[in-house]
């Protein structure tokens, strides 16, 4: 029996969006051109884009349509500093558990463009220390060009206090991005309410297509363009229209994910976890993602866990990037105050739409007798 628990990595596409894309794969027209088959493709962009934004909360166009989760970061974090330094403003505040789509950018503009890069700090559970926003705010707030605080964890699936961090923020006016790609369709998102002045979403993580990306833009924003080119997407995000990758995206996006269900198998492996190795301590224990499971093993290293499963059959993820084929402590662990030696004991089980109790029931299985070659292996 395979097993594939790394949902949060990407998910199998749902039949709706897969019928979807197939359909409009064979219609012709470039939605930007004046004929009729290219209005016609224009046409199912539009009431995609209008789906998509009752899905969110936002108006049609505050959707803009980019090629990934990681462009959309990329445009709202580089283009809300640019805007911010006009005025000014360098100081990029980030938290210190930011998918690599927002933590590399920074970093790109701290060595590229001279901005100054601050990470806002998080606490055990993963979850962002507002306080120390809020000190941050009440010292530098008119240095701030972007706040950008992800709406929940991809390792831990630990939830972050947004609707906050954007009433902190609104006192000084500071713009606000957040990325949403872990939490859309999974847990109560909506932009309008939220406050934000951005937000990205990604196709492949909700049974939609790779390939297409959101980035949801306040109304009237004018923001500086990564791609310039043909003007589509507000000028903002030049380049033809995906139209298959969009009606696909919206019909995912209508599919609701059985969250109920998700969460009782999410129960179910933690409690398995917790009992077939007592040692064994879960990351995260406040308010998170339903299908999420990040969870430490003393004694072991994470690659030979994972290895040990796969050759079991079982998907899993450490959730970390590997360099060079050496696996780096995750900097969500890190921030979380675990040591190096613990951050590379852990392991991140995500679970999707498509999870039996039979695939849990068989990880449960393996795992104690994994954990135990595991650690035999780290002893020698
Ligand atoms: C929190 C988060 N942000 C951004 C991304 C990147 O999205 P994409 O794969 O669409 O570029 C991911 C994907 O792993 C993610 O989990």
Redesign the pocket.
């Given at each position: 029996m395979s097993v594939y628990l790394d949902h949060?990595?990407t998910t199998p596409m749902v039949e709706p969006a897969l019928v979807a894309m197939n359909q409009q794969l064979r219609k012709l027209g470039n939605p930007s051109s004046l004929h009729t088959p290219g209005r016609s493709a224009r046409k199912d962009i539009e009431q995609s884009r209008e789906s998509l934004a009752k899905v969110v909360g936002c108006i049609p166009s505050e959707i803009i349509f980019t090629g990934?989760?990681?462009?959309s970061?990329n445009t709202a974090l580089k283009g809300l500093f640019w805007k911010g330094r006009k005025e000014g403003k360098n100081l990029v505040l980030i938290s210190a558990i930011e998918?690599h789509?927002i933590l590399d950018p920074a970093q790109w503009l701290q060595e590229h463009e001279g901005a100054q890069v601050i990470e806002i700090p998080v606490d055990s559970n993963g979850v962002v220390e507002i306080e120390a926003l809020d000190t941050l705010l009440s010292q530098r707030a008119d240095e701030v060009a972007v706040i950008s605080v992800?709406h929940a964890n991809?390792e831990t699936g630990a939830i972050q206090p947004i609707a906050a961090i954007v009433q902190a923020a609104n006192e000084y006016s500071i713009p606000v991005h957040s990325?949403a790609?872990?939490s859309f369709g999974k847990v109560g998102l909506n932009f309008a309410e939220l406050g934000l002045t951005a937000m990205?979403l990604?196709g492949?993580?909700i049974g939609g297509p790779l390939g297409i990306?959101v980035l949801v833009l306040k109304r009237g924003l004018e923001l500086p363009a990564l791609l310039h080119g043909g003007g589509q997407e507000r000028e903002i995000r030049s380049g033809t229209l995906n139209a298959p990758a969009i009606v696909a995206l919206s019909a995912a996006a209508e599919c609701s994910i059985p969250v109920e269900e998700i969460q009782q198998l999410r129960q179910l492996l933690e409690n398995g976890i917790k009992q077939a190795v007592p040692d064994a301590y879960i990351n995260s224990t406040g308010e998170k993602l339903p299908g999420i499971v990040n969870a430490t093993y003393p004694g072991t290293e994470s690659d030979t866990l994972l290895l040990l499963l796969d050759a079991e059959g079982i998907a899993a993820s450490t959730g970390s990037a590997c360099s060079a084929g050496v696996q780096r402590p995750s900097h969500v662990l890190l921030a979380m105050g675990h040591n190096e030696k613990s951050a590379r004991s852990s392991l991140r089980f995500s679970i999707g739409t498509s999870t039996t109790r039979a695939e849990i029931e068989r990880v449960l299985e393996v795992l104690p007798v994994v954990i135990e070659r595991a650690r035999a292996a780290n002893l020698r």
């Open positions: 949060a990595a990934s989760g990681t462009e970061d998918h789509a992800m991809n990325d790609v872990q990205s990604s492949h993580k990306g």
